[in-house]
């Protein structure tokens, strides 16, 4: 796919100098990537999702070009972060899509500033701290310097030379070992929401249900001509696992028409 050269630039917001490409032209998508990772992480996803959209990437506190601070990592700060981001770019309103850390961020995005989120992409992203497989908590329990090491000498120590992958992995570790519930808050969300999930993702499948009857999906029939169907829908991508999502060609295949849909 062609790509042209993106404009880039740091946000100043909050303390942080926030980094941000912007792909394309059209309806703004803001794209926030997941944890230790940065918009790298979306391989040939960015460019096709730009090939119709201004596509906004960013890379959270202490993630890829946005230096760390004297912060802790949280989802709440996060989410403010990315809508001083907005406020930079002049942007009243945008569609917001996230993946794992990046969808708990969009996650207190739409709750924290709902009138900020035209409509919401959740990709394997968990509204409540045990929707993580007991696995992967063990894994965020183990998550520090130690766990960090082999980063130094990866190919994305080279994409991102500043990155302290000691601190950052600290840092996530102690937010992903911090409980919380959001569900009081999702089962408020009035922007039309799309669930995307691997088929073996990281996430049970009962959160995922949980969390799509929350939004108000799957409780009735829809009836013969769809007429009762939730605004907010779930795919299930099949093949794909958590850590291969980002890049999945499949993941535009359903996006795409959700953030294109008429309001209903």
């Keep these: 796919m062609k790509t042209s050269t993106p404009r880039t630039g740091y946000a100043p917001v909050n303390g942080l100098e926030l980094y941000y490409e912007i792909h394309g032209s059209g309806e703004p998508l803001l794209l926030i990537h997941g944890g230790v990772v940065g918009i790298a992480m979306w391989g040939p996803n960015l460019p096709a999702l730009a090939a119709t959209r201004q596509v906004i990437a960013v890379e ?5 070009r946005t230096r760390d601070v004297e912060r802790p990592l949280s989802y709440e700060a996060m989410a403010d ?8 770019l002049g942007l009243a309103r945008v569609d917001v ?8 961020v969009a996650l207190q995005t739409v709750i924290r500033h709902p009138d900020r989120v035209r409509r919401l992409v959740l990709v394997s992203a968990a509204f409540r701290r045990d929707g993580w497989f007991p696995e992967i908590l063990e894994a965020f329990a183990e998550m520090g310097p130690a766990a960090a090491a082999p980063l130094w000498q990866s190919p994305l ?3 991102y ?9 600290t840092r996530i570790g102690t937010l992903q070992r911090t409980d919380y519930d959001w569900s009081a808050g999702v089962a408020e969300i009035t922007a039309p929401t799309l669930l995307v999930f691997a088929d073996a993702d990281s996430i049970t499948p009962a959160h995922i249900v949980e969390l799509y009857g929350l939004l108000g999906g ?3 029939d829809a009836e013969l001509d769809g007429s009762l169907r939730s ?3 779930l795919a299930i991508l099949p ?12 993941l535009v295949t359903v996006v795409a028409p959700f953030l294109d849909a008429p309001s209903r």
Excluded: C, I, K
Aim: overall charge negative; cysteine-free.
């Design 60 to 64: 959270l506190q202490g993630h890829g």
């Design 231 to 233: 605004v907010n829908q």
């Design 161 to 169: 030379p500043h990155v302290d992958w000691d601190r950052l992995f």
């Design 218 to 220: 799957g409780r009735r």
């Design 157 to 159: 120590a080279q994409l």
């Design 97 to 104: 899509l996230g993946l794992s850390l990046g969808g708990g």
């Design 239 to 250: 093949g794909q696992t958590h850590y291969s999502m980002s890049a999945a060609p499949e």
């Design 81 to 88: 972060d990315v809508v001083g981001l907005l406020d930079h």
